[in-house]
């Protein structure tokens, strides 16, 4: 069946730039998302870039799809302190599917 | 605009009670979720409606029944509790359910534990 892939924690010194990777299986995903998701909230969604797109960016935020090897990555540029949160990937195909989340946690 | 709105934020029951989370929307979406996260497990469908009058269920059903009173609210009820349900539970909503790039919002979650 179809799945989500992502690493489950990542540690980041503030400043640097932040990359979480995840990997699908579903070739036939329309839509790969981006959520967020801070302690004790429910998820919110960063970005999200169709299946024909190779690139997204959005401010601090550059989303990375290798189609062909089913890779979606999340670059946080001068990651911060207010980004220490869960990262959720997720693909729609005939439905949607999550991964089960990158924890990024922020060194001083 | 509240979004999505999930009520109680907590609650303890005990093995064997029932309750009723309650989800409500105000964005005029036609598809609602009711979602459990669990450590390590991600998110996992329980039960969606794709419009008014419909409801089907997701990965993990079992204990578990819902209703769509209407286009705004879609509440998740668990009739007999067992700690096995010890969860966040959240709802969402999106406009169309289908095929496509319709976004999920999400509340802010229900803490249930079950004793």
């Known amino acids: 069946g179809e799945d989500v892939e992502q690493s489950l924690f990542l540690s980041v010194r503030e400043g640097d730039s932040s990359v979480i990777n995840c990997t699908y299986t579903?070739?036939?995903?329309?839509?790969l998302y981006w959520y967020k998701q801070e302690p004790g909230a429910g998820l919110q969604l960063l970005t999200y870039i169709f299946s024909n797109m190779d690139m997204k960016q959005d401010q601090r935020l550059t989303v990375l799809l290798n189609k062909k090897d089913k890779h979606l990555s999340l670059r946080i540029a001068d990651t911060q302190t207010g980004d220490s949160a869960i990262y959720f990937c997720a693909e729609r195909g005939d439905k949607i599917i999550f991964g089960k989340g990158t924890r990024l946690h922020i060194l001083p | 605009n509240a979004g999505v709105t999930q009520t109680p934020k907590f609650q303890v029951l005990k093995t064997g009670q029932s309750m009723t989370l309650q989800c409500a929307q105000d964005?005029?979406?036609?598809?609602m979720y009711w979602y459990r996260q669990d450590p390590g497990m991600g998110l996992r469908l329980i039960y969606y409606s794709a419009s008014e009058g419909t409801t089907d269920k997701g990965e993990v059903p079992n204990g578990y029944n819902v209703s769509r009173l209407n286009k705004r609210e879609f509440s998740l009820r668990l009739e007999s509790a067992a700690p096995s349900q010890t969860s966040v539970y959240f709802c969402?909503?999106?406009?169309?359910?289908?095929?496509?790039?319709?976004?999920?919002?999400f509340g802010p979650g229900t803490r249930l534990t079950v004793l």
């Open positions: 579903d070739s036939s995903s329309t839509y």
């Open positions: 964005m005029n979406h036609n598809s």
């Open positions: 969402a909503s999106s406009s169309s359910g289908g095929r496509g790039g319709d976004t999920q919002y």
